[in-house]
């Protein structure tokens, strides 16, 4: 939402919605700006179950005006400054960066796939696989977004090659004021002469063309503070409790693996079908379904 005089009674009124019609048991707030009107709305409300804070950067490139200027404010990250990388890359053999034709279906898929099973070899390495790897419905979600079947892609991909060979690439996001950074990968082989920040730099030297900022997201990895000149603000997660059931669910969590399913069958409850006031009666052993409504803040 664009910052403007009626914004807060906007998102106010959103959020009421939200609360009153969403038919949620429980909210989820995926990384809202600290200080925004929706996190003070949100800290408000009386059953936040949970809530974590982390930082995000954001690179107001629009602000500036010439590359080489805003290059030399930049100064340098691990002793190099921008370009330098690349210059040393260049250096084994025929180094070429580019981006992928919105229209050229198969190339782009190809490159999501690419993306994708460095991302999985790097999860396995670490530990840190998470499920929306194997999912074919993010692939496919990627791939849409450079090659839409009506209508612009929302989305762009840089590729980064090394004799015809893919050393790293990325897919953005591309929205009316601002890039935003969706996955990116690396061939390891690499690692040294830094193939991922090759392809930042290439992504954010082309925002600057286009007149867009850059949101980097979260987590404070050390080239986003860099590019973003340090303008790093909070940004916090919660789940927020929107009913009674949402508030067991919640709640359930904390018990030991053995009770959990003994409170929620010993419990009465008063406006629960199966547990009318003064009877006594017993929640049934089938646990409802307990639904989540996702509220996200997009950015541009």
Known sequence: MTDSPSSPALITGAWRTAFTRGGADFIKLPYVDEGSDLHAVASRKRHVMIAARTVAAFAKLRNETEWDAFCKILGTMSGKKPGALERRLSKEGRLAVRLTE?????????????????????????????????????????????????????????????????????????????????????????????????????????????????????????????????????????????????????????????????????????????????KGVALQASRPTIRALTVRSISC
């Not at 404070?220 to 916090?236: D, L, Q």
């Open 102 to 278: 919105p229209g050229d279906a198969r190339e782009n898929a190809a490159l999501v796939d690419w993306i994708l099973a460095r991302k999985r070899a790097w999860g396995d390495q670490v530990g840190k696989r998470g499920e929306w790897l194997d999912s074919s419905h993010y692939r496919d979600f990627l791939v849409n977004l450079l090659c839409p079947a009506n209508g612009q892609a929302m989305g762009r991909l840089f590729v980064v090659t090394l004799d015809g060979a893919t050393v790293a690439a990325t897919v953005v996001g591309v929205g009316t004021t601002c890039v935003d950074g969706l996955i990116a990968s690396f061939d390891d082989r690499y690692a040294r002469f830094g193939p991922g920040s090759i392809v930042v730099e290439h992504v954010i030297k082309w925002a600057f063309e286009q007149r867009l900022n850059i949101d980097f997201g979260v987590d404070a990895e050390r080239f986003k503070a860099y590019w973003s000149r340090n303008n790093i603000t909070g940004a916090w997660s919660a789940q927020i409790a929107n009913s009674r059931w949402g508030v067991l669910a919640f709640r359930s969590k904390k018990l030991p693996g053995h009770l959990r399913g003994a409170w929620f069958t010993s419990l009465t409850w008063p406006n629960c079908p199966a547990s009318q006031p003064g």
